[in-house]
């Protein structure tokens, strides 16, 4: 035989785990098998040669030695294969079902044996017991014996070891520099600490949260769950804030984090998945639930653990668990409730709201608070129908209901008692990114869908920034008003003097007054030269709105003057006043109080809300309306599927929209173009002035064409319907080139803007509208091959905002069903009036 002499290693220590072959004298081997009445099955193969040498071992297997027993034995997992030489040329298999024992003829060298013994050979005997292939030396028979178990070929889960310490204590566990004072980050998993300089190389890009890159993939340590998803001081600096709210996101929701199911035993049935999902998303779920066991009355919604008194009211009749037990909370009172023995403060409890327990009763108590004998019809009273029991319940540290326990217990059930859909998926959101030139009316439809789909779509401290905001505007509203006044005051005053030089000429020359209707007094002249100044400067942030007192009664006294009236009555020719303006303006002097609120529709006018630059989202899902109104349970499964909405101005795109490949991720984007812009201009990338909507369509066709989103379906919004409407009976839409070839047929009975029908005799807005919706489409057809959906909106209305949304939805929802219909895509999108909504 020929063995490989290994040569002894003189270098330095090596820093990783070095594998540890068993000797060729230590490895055990076994003599013939001879013949055992007491088997039942078909005689075995005899293994005619002992072990000579070990040529393979597959990835599953896990063989052990134990050097110091002579009588050593081998466990073989029943996955594995191992193979023996046989001089003989003999070939022998035992147990096909488990084990396989095969002879080759090749022999590989022993450094081969070391390379595979870094993953064979670290196991312990213990690990696959139920397998096993015995070897006695001792006995005179020696008898290869199997042992197999079903439960034990099921594989084990890795435990992810703790992390090892190489520095001082409390010192970071990568550069081995700090002491316990010094600021870190804690790994999830093996709760290694890295300090400020060493913690995004520690954990990289955080998918599943704060775990170091070797614990990605392992559960997270369950004393540590109650700082799961909760942002760190650290974090904060180090990240900004959209990228610690993705971090804590993944952390939140990624499926390894989640708690395990089979961990959480409810009235002594363990979990399955689909009724944990339904324990943790009904109306009123159980507030930090840890592993453990607990007991749950299905039909009041009492929730405590085993062997303990109710600690909290849950959502009724939730399929989760087995029945309840009488000794589920360890009672010993003799009196019941819905089949479960109380405890001694549930009865004190009981006893003080005024409910007779003489004689051992067992009740039956319904989620809201009736209650009756059992075998009986007649209620006999509510539990907590006296005020003061809930204070007695607060006394004993008892639950109380919730309104939602009570109102939605049903309506739950309802739910959850089926399958759970495929679109419950933790971490699974459905992205929308809103786009759109300057002035298109994004920033609004953003703040709408907070407004509509969020409890409490602004904070407190947002809506005191936004507060400053509107008043911000309204001093600049006014000084650009005040500069319209000036220009004014020249027009008028040019046009006095050619009429008394024209008055000179012809002999008359009556005096003519210096001042015109624009003319202010000095004082307003000169707060008026000062907000101009100031205007220029760029400081206006920063006096306003903190000067407000100081200026409030010159503001009042400014509103009032003829002069900024006659002005304000000539707005529309003061050009770079928005139309926004005079909604703010005509309530200035409230507006600039010092105990100023802002509205919701405020904060729907307000410009500057978001940043121009930066990137806004708002997470949400639709409202889910009631199952008698709709008839449709496919709402139902809607509301719990989560959506994000993500705008990001133009400006903040970058050149050539290279930041668009952030988005690969969002499943529509919806491009929004504002249908009133066809006669405004604005300065391009070049300085020249140009068509507004020619410049959303150069931005159009930059994004649609951009490699992120080669496959994306689009939205296109036509915005500012309702300015639209005004304007277009005032101002032809050739006014833009783009739409030169616009010549809609007149009739002498058009109908008003207000009516909605396309059909009959459909008013000029209705027909400006289509056709800037046919020219999109075309252009999006010609670039990209496919076809466009499109949508008409009033920004500023809640019902049009939430109609296009819920479009974006069916859209989304649309893809995903497409493979179930054999509809070619001609059929279901053309550029006609039927493929785009009102």
């Not at 890159?213 to 904060?236: A, D, Q």
């Not at 039956?364 to 608070?369: A, C, F, P, S």
């Not at 953003?446 to 400053?468: C, M, V, W």
């Not at 050009?575 to 002097?589: C, D, G, K, Q, T």
Request: net charge negative; hydrophobic share 30%.
């Amino acid at each position: 035989m020929k063995y490989s002499i290994a040569v002894e290693y003189k270098g330095p220590p090596p820093a990783y785990h070095l594998p540890h072959a068993a000797p060729v004298d230590g490895i055990p081997v076994s003599a013939e098998v001879s013949h055992v009445p007491s088997f039942d099955t078909p005689s075995l193969s005899v293994i005619s040669q002992p072990m000579s040498e070990l040529k393979s071992l597959s990835s599953s297997s896990a063989i052990a030695f134990d050097r110091s027993n002579c009588s050593g034995r081998t466990t073989v997992s029943p996955t594995s294969v191992i193979a023996f030489d046989n001089e003989a040329g003999e070939s022998n298999g035992v147990s096909e079902s488990s084990c396989e024992l095969s002879s080759k003829h090749s022999r590989e060298s022993s450094n081969s044996m070391l390379r595979n013994s870094k993953e064979s050979l670290d196991f312990n005997d213990s690990d696959y017991a139920s397998s096993r292939v015995s070897f006695s030396k001792n006995n005179n028979e020696p008898i290869a014996t199997f042992n197999m178990d079903a439960d034990d070929c099921e594989p084990v889960e890795p435990v992810k070891k703790e992390s090892i310490r190489k520095g001082k204590k409390g010192s970071c566990y990568r550069c081995l520099k700090g002491n316990r004072l010094t600021e870190k980050e804690a790994c999830l998993v093996c709760d290694a600490k890295y300090c400020g300089n060493c913690v995004l190389r520690g954990m990289g890009s955080m998918p599943e949260g704060r775990k170091c890159v070797g614990c990605i993939g392992y559960p997270i340590n369950e004393s540590k769950r109650g700082s799961l998803g909760k942002c760190s001081r650290m974090l904060k600096r180090l990240l900004n804030r959209l990228e610690v709210r993705q971090v804590m996101k993944a952390e939140s929701l990624c499926e390894v984090n989640q708690l395990p199911p089979n961990c959480v035993c409810v009235n002594g049935n363990p979990l399955s998945f689909e009724e944990l999902v339904t324990l943790q998303n009904c109306s009123n779920p159980p507030k930090k639930l840890k592993p453990g066991n607990y007991w749950y009355d299905k039909v009041s919604g009492f929730w405590g653990k085993e062997g303990q008194k109710p600690c909290s009211i849950i959502s009724p009749h939730l399929n989760v668990g087995g029945p309840i037990k009488p000794d589920a909370s360890n009672g010993n009172t003799q009196v019941f409730i819905n089949g479960r023995e109380i405890t001694k403060v549930e009865l004190r409890m009981l006893q003080l709201a005024g409910v007779q327990c003489a004689g051992n009763p067992h009740f039956w108590v319904n989620e809201d608070g009736s209650y009756q004998e059992e075998g009986q019809k007649n209620t006999r009273g509510y539990i907590w129908g006296k005020a003061g029991t809930k204070l007695v319940c607060v006394f004993l540290s008892l639950p109380v209901p919730s309104k939602y326990s009570t109102s939605c217990g049903f309506l739950s059930s309802n739910v959850v008692t089926r399958t759970v859909p495929d679109y419950v998926e933790h971490g699974i959101v459905h992205k929308f990114l809103l786009v759109g030139y300057s002035g298109s009316g994004t920033s609004t439809i953003f703040k709408q869908a907070k407004i509509l789909y969020k409890n409490t779509p602004f904070s407190e401290d947002e809506r005191g920034n936004i507060k400053l905001t509107i008043q911000i505007n309204v001093y600049a509203y006014l000084g650009i008003l005040l500069e319209g006044r000036e220009r004014f005051e020249e027009e008028s005053l040019g046009n006095l003097k050619k009429s008394q030089s024209l008055l000179y000429t012809t002999g008359s020359s009556p005096k003519l007054g210096s001042k015109t209707i624009y003319s202010i007094g000095t004082r307003l002249k000169a707060f008026s030269d000062w907000l101009l100044k100031t205007m220029v400067s760029g400081k206006l942030d920063a006096i306003f709105p903190a000067a407000t007192c100081e200026y409030a009664p010159l503001i009042e006294e400014l509103w009032n003057d003829s002069a900024i009236k006659a002005t304000y009555e000539r707005r529309n020719e003061i050009e770079m006043l928005p139309s926004v303006a005079s909604y703010f303006l005509e309530r200035a002097v409230q507006i600039l109080k010092t105990d100023y609120e802002p509205s919701d529709l405020d904060i729907l006018y307000a410009e500057g809300v978001t940043s121009s630059n930066g990137l806004a989202s708002v997470e949400f899902s639709f409202p889910q309306s009631a199952p008698e109104e709709t008839g449709d349970t496919a709402d139902l499964h809607d509301s719990l599927a989560r959506y994000e909405l993500i705008t990001i101005h133009a400006r903040g795109l970058g050149e050539n929209c290279k930041w668009l490949e952030m988005f690969e991720d969002v499943g529509l984007v919806i491009f929004c173009v504002s249908l009133s812009d066809y006669n405004q201009f604005s300065t391009d990338g070049n300085g020249c002035l140009t068509n507004k909507m020619i410049l959303s369509r150069k931005l159009f066709e930059t994004i649609v064409t951009h490699p992120t989103f080669e496959q994306m379906d689009f939205l296109l919004i036509l915005n500012k319907l309702d300015e639209f409407e005004e304007k277009i009976e005032h101002v032809p839409l050739t006014q833009c080139d783009w739409f030169s070839d616009f010549h809609p047929v007149s009739s002498h009975n058009r109908p008003g803007s207000n009516n909605n029908s396309i059909n009959n005799n459909p008013s000029l807005s209705q027909l400006a509208s289509h056709y800037i919706a046919v020219k999109f489409k075309r252009l999006y057809s010609s670039l990209t091959g496919q076809n466009l959906y499109v949508s008409s909106v009033k920004g500023l209305e809640p019902d049009s905002v939430d109609a296009t949304l819920k479009y974006g939805k069916e859209i989304l929802k649309w893809n995903q069903e497409k493979a179930n219909f054999s509809l070619s895509d001609d059929s279901m999108h053309s550029i006609d009036a039927s493929s785009f909504s009102h």
